[in-house]
């Protein structure tokens, strides 16, 4: 069932075309990720969607309701946590909730929100005085107090430390369990991987590419690329280079110095044939990995760019 | 019922921040308070520094007595004659009146009259000069009277002040209300400040994106404005009461009227301020320069009749000039609601409320997105 549909979002600001062409849509239960470098018009879109921003052009459907008609209901079903997050900070996170609960005629228990975002520990000092990633999960739990069915986060762990971002996967993924669909963006590709079962590539105000993280991947080729080194240096790696070129599935190989990259579309083979070779001459080897493709490849693959975060 | 949750949790959280608001203490209640002080002790004069002092005498029926005392007060090096002779009573008191000198002696008429009066303006009544000719002229009749041959003392002084205009108030008085009204024309026009830090933090953008309604919101800062104004009043007229022995005659309904409508105007004219404020302190340089044109101009520490003539105009048309007016009127007068020149100041008043919100009304629309729908 799709809760949201978006299509052929525009939005200039000037001479700036932010947002040029978007079109997607969300299914209900699901974790829909939209990545894309600075300035790709991620949260543009988000907010047009969030009925903030008004569209040059397009149409945004929550099921049967649309912003023109249904704004108080579609403020009802969603719960919005913004890039840049905008808190009451002479108020506490428990003062905050409270406050926020009071707009909403079914709100969740503020000690349950506090909770999920672990801050009950903290919900008593002012958010002034709170970290750059508690704020954040403060900002997340402003997000769900409404219990909404919809949640909208833009970019929830840029700026937090490693456990902290697994912190707020595990609240995504808990949303998820609850049948909950969010919506989020990211710049990390790890996370998108991990998280969404669908993700959006956009750039340049533009989707380049949708479907889901393993879907990408197999879009792309099948060839992986494996990487050695030699301990022997670099004669060993020279020969080594010598006999893979002769392999029929290796398309490529790149040397440098006792290490060696290689392209290779049966990776596996490729890598026991260069094992039998190594021992027959016994050159000892060290580092042996094959490169696993990730939507950064993706993006490589579709844009041309190189990916930075 | 979610309606009255709404603004009851609304009004709570500007409790707390206006509480918890550092600035907003010391800039509303700490500020006017100083320097309502600073104003009352300075000009209050209760100083013994050295001074001169310009008088005019009349000596209406020579004789004896005001001869010997016309000679003696010539003598006292503080007191200066002006004209350095007698005049008449009605050019004396037109010196008073035109504040030409401190005060008017007139000496008494006849041997046997006992009594020398002294003519002050009343405006400066409690002004440095006219304390200090009557409390030098006591002296000088108590001596008088030593001097004077008989058992019981002769001469009194008989006090008398003139006034130039409708002002019939004593320093006190006028400076606590002109501070009264212009720290709550202060909190209107600098309090909104929170609006533009609250759009700049996107807070205003975060409150839009809940159903939460924003006309309750607008309404429970409002009252909380308000209430804090109220404790302004409260507070600068203990102050002005207890420790400057200020006179208040209260009208209550017509104060009510006066600070509604003033506090009203002024927060009007703070939101109109922050719908062109990009930053706080563009805001802050706005509500500055207003604030410090008005508080001179507008009759707050001296009487506006005390001002040059050429200023006198642009006075006439500043709110500030009828709040603090409407404040007198309603806090030492004890004046009725029924007086047509306080209603022409709260039409003045009204006026700018109204226009002010209008335009920051229009500057507000025209630069909101989608998000009011
Ligand atoms: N209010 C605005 N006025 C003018 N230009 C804007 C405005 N908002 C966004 N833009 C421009 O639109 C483009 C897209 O911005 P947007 O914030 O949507 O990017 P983003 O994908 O969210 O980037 P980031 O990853 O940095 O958050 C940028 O070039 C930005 O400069
Ligand atoms: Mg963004």
């Known amino acids: ?309 | 019922m979610n309606t009255l949750h709404q603004f009851k949790m609304m009004f709570l959280a500007q409790l707390k921040l206006t509480l918890r608001e550092k600035q907003a203490w010391f800039w509303g209640i700490f500020f006017p308070v100083i320097l309502m002080v600073i104003f009352m002790v300075i000009f209050s004069g209760n100083s013994d520094e050295e001074f001169k002092t310009e008088v005019a005498i009349v000596e209406p029926s020579p004789n004896p007595a005001s001869e010997m005392m016309l000679s003696q007060i010539s003598e006292l090096p503080v007191i200066e004659v002006k004209s350095g002779k007698p005049v008449t009573r009605k050019k004396a008191e037109e010196w008073v009146k035109d504040q030409e000198v401190d005060a008017a002696i007139i000496l008494p008429e006849s041997a046997e009259a006992s009594s020398v009066l002294l003519v002050v303006n009343k405006e400066n009544e409690q002004g440095a000069a006219a304390q200090a000719v009557s409390g030098i002229l006591d002296k000088f009749v108590q001596q008088a009277n030593l001097l004077a041959a008989g058992a019981s003392p002769k001469y009194d002084l008989q006090y008398e002040s003139i006034t130039s205009g409708t002002n019939e108030l004593d320093y006190t008085d006028f400076l606590l209300t002109g501070m009264i009204a212009l720290s709550i024309a202060q909190g209107g026009m600098f309090g909104m400040v929170d609006l533009v830090e609250m759009r700049r933090k996107g807070l205003i953008k975060r409150l839009r994106m809940t159903p939460a309604n924003m006309g309750i919101f607008g309404l429970s800062d409002m009252v909380m404005r308000l209430l804090f104004s109220i404790v302004q009043i409260i507070l600068l007229s203990l102050i002005g009461v207890l420790v400057f022995g200020a006179n208040l005659y209260i009208n209550t309904f017509t104060l009510i009227i006066v600070f509604l409508i003033g506090a009203l105007s002024f927060n009007a004219l703070g939101y109109f301020f922050s719908s062109f404020s990009k930053t706080t302190e563009a805001y802050m340089g706005v509500a500055n320069i207003c604030s410090f044109l008005m508080m001179f101009l507008s009759g707050v520490f001296f009487p506006i009749e005390t001002m040059p003539e050429w200023i006198q105009p642009i006075s006439a048309v500043l709110p500030l000039t009828y709040f603090a007016d409407g404040l007198r009127e309603s806090m030492v007068y004890e004046t009725g609601i029924a007086t047509a020149s306080l209603w022409a100041g709260i039409a003045v008043m009204v006026i700018w409320g109204a226009v002010t919100f209008l335009l920051g009304s229009v500057l507000y629309k025209r630069k909101t997105i989608a998000a009011d729908r």
Not at chain 1, 79 to 89: E, I, K, N, T
Not at chain 1, 145 to 164: N, V
Not at chain 1, 224 to 246: M, N, P, T, V, Y
């Open chain 1, 1 to 309: 069932m799709t809760v949201l549909e978006v299509r052929n979002l525009q939005k200039s600001f000037g001479s700036i075309k932010a947002v040029q062409d978007i079109s997607f849509s969300v299914h209900a239960g699901e974790v829909f990720t939209i990545i894309g470098p600075n300035g790709a018009g991620k949260t543009t879109t988000l907010e047009m969607i969030e009925g903030l921003v008004s569209p040059d052009n397009g149409v945004i459907h929550f099921g049967e309701l649309d912003w023109n008609k249904h704004a108080v209901s579609i403020k009802k079903k969603i719960g919005v946590q913004p890039q840049s997050s905008a808190m009451f900070d002479l108020l506490t996170p428990e003062e905050n909730l409270n406050l926020f609960a009071s707009f909403y005629d079914h709100a969740r228990p503020t000690e349950e929100i506090l909770e999920i975002v672990n801050l009950t520990e903290h919900r008593k000092n002012h958010v002034k005085k709170l970290s750059g990633g508690q704020r954040q999960r403060l900002a997340i739990g402003l997000a769900l107090i409404s219990d909404p069915e919809i949640i909208f986060l833009d970019e929830p762990t840029t700026g937090l430390d490693p456990q902290a971002r697994r912190n707020i996967w595990d609240i995504i993924l808990h949303l998820k369990e609850l049948g909950k669909t969010t919506i989020l963006t990211t710049h990390y590709m790890e996370e998108a991987e991990k998280l969404s079962d669908r993700v959006c590539i956009v750039d340049q105000g533009n989707v380049i590419t949708l479907d889901s993280p393993s879907a990408l991947i197999e879009k792309l080729t099948d060839e992986r690329e494996i990487r050695l080194s030699f301990l022997d240096g670099e004669k060993a790696a020279e020969d080594a280079d010598g006999f893979s070129k002769e392999l029929a599935s290796v398309s490529k190989t790149e040397r440098e110095g006792a290490a060696l990259k290689i392209w290779a579309s049966k990776p596996e083979e490729t890598l026991l044939d260069l094992f039998k070779f190594t021992k027959d001459k016994s050159y000892g080897v060290e580092q042996v990995s094959i490169r696993e493709m990730s939507l950064e490849d993706v993006f490589i693959a579709f844009t041309g760019k190189e990916w930075r975060d």
